[in-house]
Nanobody, 128 residues
Framework: QLRLVESGGGLVQPGGSLRLACAAS????????IAWFRQVPGKEREGVAC????????NYANSVKGRFTISRDNAKNTVYLQMNSLKPEDTAVYYC?????????????????????WGQGTQVTVSS
C-alpha cells in the first residue's frame, strides 16, 4: 500500500531548527516530485517547498526562502525539510505529498491540486 509518513516535528524556540522527514513505503519516491505543505486551523493548506525527481530543481514559498531547505535521499526513500531560523508564524501541521504524475515537476510554489497520497502530518510549534 502506497504510504507517506512524516516525522521530526516538535516544540522549538524562535530562531531554532528542526528537520522533518517524509518516508515512503509501498512505492519508490524517486519516481515522483515531492512537496511539503503546512496548515493551521481555519486556513487553507499552504505549499512550502517542492523538489523534483532528481533533486536538481527545488522551489519554495516566499515566506520560507533562505530559511528552509528541501532535499531527498532516494536510496533511503526519504525526503527532508530542514527548517532554520524558525518563527512563530511557522507553527502548523506539516504534510508531505507526492506529485500525482510521474512526469510532474516543481514549476513553482506547490499547489495542493497537483499532489496526492498525503501523510498524516507532523506538528511543528515555534514558541518561547
Amino acid at each position: 500500500q502506497l504510504r507517506l509518513v512524516e516525522s521530526g516535528g516538535g516544540l522549538v524556540q524562535p530562531g531554532g531548527s528542526l528537520r522533518l522527514a517524509c518516508a515512503a513505503s509501498g512505492f519508490s519516491l524517486d519516481y515522483y516530485a515531492i512537496a511539503w505543505f503546512r496548515q493551521v486551523p481555519g486556513k487553507e493548506r499552504e505549499g512550502v517547498a517542492c523538489i523534483s525527481r532528481s533533486g536538481a530543481t527545488t522551489n519554495y514559498a516566499n515566506s520560507v526562502k533562505g530559511r528552509f531547505t528541501i532535499s531527498r535521499d532516494n536510496a533511503k526513500n526519504t525526503v527532508y525539510l530542514q527548517m532554520n531560523s524558525l518563527k512563530p508564524e511557522d507553527t502548523a501541521v506539516y504534510y508531505c505529498a507526492k506529485h500525482y504524475s510521474r512526469f510532474g515537476t516543481c514549476g513553482g510554489t506547490p499547489s495542493q491540486a497537483d499532489f496526492d497520497s498525503w501523510g498524516q502530518g507532523t506538528q511543528v510549534t515555534v514558541s518561547s
